[in-house]
């Protein structure tokens, strides 16, 4: 007997375990668990997906349904993780809790660097793991080291093909393949929730802006975040958009909405802001925008890649300088976004809808800022990165990059050229250090 567990916590990533089942990317089972994860911030007065309009489109691939917050309490799945000593005590537990026997189990996980999926991967011993992608993450370094009793258990990486020819580097270091969900069983599976949410406004191609709460990751101040609802406003009734929906992110604050519908009367533009929590794919499919924009969202390029409709980014200029630390996870989605989209207030390009960059030349963009994200994780990419950089480094591409960090890994581009002769050692920076302490004292 196999029990496969699918560990899931958005209906996004539901829809894509969903193609993937209907794609035969996984062998038989003889019982098929979604395991379903809240890990909002307080889930006990957050929606699950469970709960999600459109979930019972999906409910049917699987076996059961079993709630992991439950499971766990009071413990919340994004902090907790087992002690060591601990790990077989929770697996004789778990095993008794889902009715596993002693079945053999597969495990089908999405971040599997961080809980709840570590944890799982470290409860169910010798489980085989398959890691699933549902955004531009994927594309991006592992943001932790990982347990090699864990990583090298992972088979694959299954992921949507967002940006065609572009490979994953996500969990490379331990030689791990990337697989494609099939883009017709994906869009088939999104279709079978376009009818979902029959309050939804029949509005036909408006320019559809895109919110996504960053204010609540610390990535912009919440005056930066509607600063920039309102430029995405702006650009599109500069570019003749009179009719906007604004799709903002189901924890953001009203003060979004209010703010983003004042500048709508000042402008003459039609604004309908969604009161209901609905993919954005589903939007797609119901209004067919004529200009989807936003910042960094995975629906930019679903959007692009998968249906075909215009798209524009605004703020990942600001949101390159001021993403921290430099290996933040979110700089390869936002690094993407910026150099395929055209910019908002670039009129020909969106026009045109022509890319910043061609994907070939992404590819080594993406395997230069892996490296200099995480070098102990991926060192094997030094000499790419060198090479790269040496060849592609000027001031347009220097924006993702910054020179402190370059310096620090000694790579191209840290330091001024005259100044290259000099050798990266201890001994130098502790007499430069003194220098700068000598300077300081004299001028005070």
């Known amino acids: 007997m196999t029990t496969q567990i699918f560990q899931a916590s958005t209906l996004y990533g539901t829809a894509t375990l969903a193609a993937a089942l209907d794609s035969g990317c996984f062998r038989p089972a003889d019982r098929r668990i979604l395991l379903v994860c809240n ?15 459109g979930f019972e489109k999906l409910r049917d691939r699987f076996d059961d349904v079993i709630s992991y917050n439950e499971t766990i309490h009071p413990f919340h ?70 347990d090699p009793l864990v990583g090298t ?25 990337g697989e494609i969900v099939p883009t017709a069983a994906f869009t088939k599976v999104l279709a079978e929730l376009a009818p979902v949410g029959e309050g939804l406004p029949e509005i036909e191609e408006p320019a559809l802006l895109l919110g996504q709460y960053l204010s609540a990751l610390e990535i912009l ?47 003459k533009v039609e604004l309908t802001v969604l009161d209901t929590t609905v993919l954005a794919e589903v939007l797609y499919q119901r209004m067919r925008p004529a200009l989807v924009v936003g910042c960094f969202s995975t629906a ?8 075909g409709l215009p798209a524009a980014r605004i703020g990942t200029e600001l949101l390159l300088e001021q993403l921290v630390p430099y290996e933040n996870s979110n700089r390869i989605p936002v690094t993407i976004v910026d150099a395929l989209l055209p910019e908002l207030t670039d009129t020909a390009a969106v026009t045109e809808q022509r890319p910043g960059m061609a994907v070939e030349a992404l590819s080594g963009l993406l395997g230069a800022v892996g490296f200099a994200m995480q070098p102990k994780i991926l060192p094997r990419l030094r000499d790419e990165a060198e090479a790269w950089l040496a060849k592609n480094l000027n001031s347009r591409t220097l924006r993702y990059f910054k020179r402190r960090r370059l310096s620090s890994l000694a790579l191209p581009g840290g330091v001024p050229s005259q100044l290259a002769f000099i050798p990266r050692n201890a001994t130098v920076r502790r007499v430069a250090r003194k220098a700068r302490s000598l300077r300081r004292g004299a001028r005070s």
């Open 221 to 267: 101040t919440v005056e930066q975040e509607e600063h920039l609802h309102l430029r995405m406003l702006r650009g599109a009734a500069a570019l003749g958009h009179t009719k906007v929906v604004f799709k903002p992110h189901p924890s953001a604050p009203p003060s979004f909405t209010r703010s983003l519908e004042k500048e709508a009367q000042r402008l």
């Open 300 to 307: 930019l390029l679903t959007a692009s890649a998968l249906y």
């Open 39 to 53: 890990n909002s911030a307080t889930p006990e007065t957050t929606p699950g997906l469970d709960e999600a309009p």
């Open 153 to 177: 258990r992972v088979d694959r990486v299954l992921h949507l093909d967002l940006v065609p020819s572009l490979e994953p580097l996500l969990l490379t270091e331990f030689g791990v393949p």
């Open 77 to 146: 799945p994004g902090g907790w993780a087992p002690r060591v000593d601990d790990m077989p005590l929770w697996e004789r537990f778990l095993r008794h809790e889902w009715h596993l026997g002693d079945e053999d189990v597969e495990l089908v996980v999405e971040s599997i660097q961080v809980n709840p999926s570590l944890a799982l991967g470290q409860i169910f011993t010798g489980a085989p793991v398959t890691v699933y992608a549902d955004g531009l993450m994927s594309y991006g370094p592992t943001r932790n080291k990982i």
